[in-house]
């Protein structure tokens, strides 16, 4: 949305933001489309109609959460970029769309200093995003208490744990009020806190993390969650051949393995990190407490008779 605010003056203001979560089925996707640029409700195939009307258009298009729909919205946006040139299209998923003319950008988490970092005054912590926003979260959430330099290294920490992701970030913060910066921080240990609530009017999939999270996870056939449970066991930064092996009995064959592993990295839900020693992978903190409370919760297992 930031970025649509930016680039509007570009498009003299003909942008248009879609959010595709709430739409259930691939069939609504030209209507809802057709309908974000005033187009009229039609019985047959808005498509076309709307190819027309963007045929010599400069606008942008924003299509927000296209995870759900990657298959329809992939065709759809194709569609629209072969007909109508002069039309951008801005779309977010954790999946790439694998589209012609498509360009990434992988959004990362806010900056946090590292565990080994030379200043830890709280001058120097707030001086990076993520602390700061939780600092200013606490504060907004009614903290009325002066945050001293053990209050920030604890919100460092706070900010790692969750990989300096805003909305985590934000709903931690809310809990400072009640429970202090080392109680929120030593309850990150357990998995309970991805159920904390955070804001109330937010849409049903971003009122907790475990909802956010449930959003990717759902859409993952049952290989994928199986190899995201086995991994989930394991810490810090492995090898290729150290996810093999973590897999080893979970997948029938080296191949399948790597194939998904590829996926998982696809949809942003492993990490894969440059090294001097070459490629490394983990699991982001948030991804690895949700799905080590599904291995452990007895409502993950097989029910058998």
């Known amino acids: 949305m930031a970025v649509a605010h930016a680039e509007a003056s570009s498009f003299a203001g003909d942008v248009h933001f879609l959010d595709l979560g ?3 089925s691939a069939h609504r996707l030209p209507d809802v489309i057709a309908a974000g640029f005033g187009l009229p409700h039609q019985s047959i195939d808005p498509l076309p109609a709307l190819l027309n009307h963007l045929e010599d258009r400069h606008a942008l298009l924003v ?24 039309v951008s299209i801005l779309a977010t998923s954790r999946e790439m769309l694998s589209v012609n003319g498509e360009h990434v950008y992988r959004l990362s988490g806010l900056a946090y200093p590292s565990d080994e970092a030379a200043d830890r005054s709280a001058e120097g912590i707030l001086a990076f995003d993520a602390p700061r926003l939780f600092a200013n979260h606490v504060v907004a959430n009614g903290y009325d208490i002066e945050i001293t330099e053990a209050d920030a290294l604890l919100a460092a ?8 992701l805003a909305l985590a970030i934000k709903i931690a913060a809310a809990r400072v009020p009640s429970f202090g910066f080392p109680q929120v921080a030593s309850s990150l240990q357990s998995g309970s806190w991805l159920r904390w609530l955070g804001q109330r009017t937010a849409s049903p999939r971003h009122q907790t993390m475990a909802a956010a999270i449930d959003w990717s996870y759902d859409l993952l056939c049952e290989e994928e969650r ?8 394991c810490q810090g930064l492995l090898t290729l051949d150290d996810v093999c092996d973590a897999l080893r009995g979970t997948l029938q064959s080296r191949s399948d393995s790597l194939q998904i592993v590829g996926m998982l990295v696809a949809k942003s839900l492993i990490s894969f990190e440059t090294t001097e020693g070459g490629g ?14 599904k291995v452990s919760s007895p409502r993950s297992m097989p029910v058998t008779a």
Not at 157 to 164: E, T, V
């Open 22 to 24: 709430p739409v259930a």
């Open 280 to 293: 490394r992978y983990r699991l982001p903190n948030l991804i690895r407490s949700y799905t080590l409370e």
């Open 63 to 86: 299509l927000d959460c296209c995870d759900h729909l990657i298959e329809p919205v992939s065709v759809i946006i194709e569609r629209i970029l072969h007909r109508a040139p002069q």
């Open 226 to 233: 199986a190899a995201m449970r086995r991994l989930s066991v």
């Open 157 to 164: 920490d706070i900010c790692r744990k969750l990989d300096g």
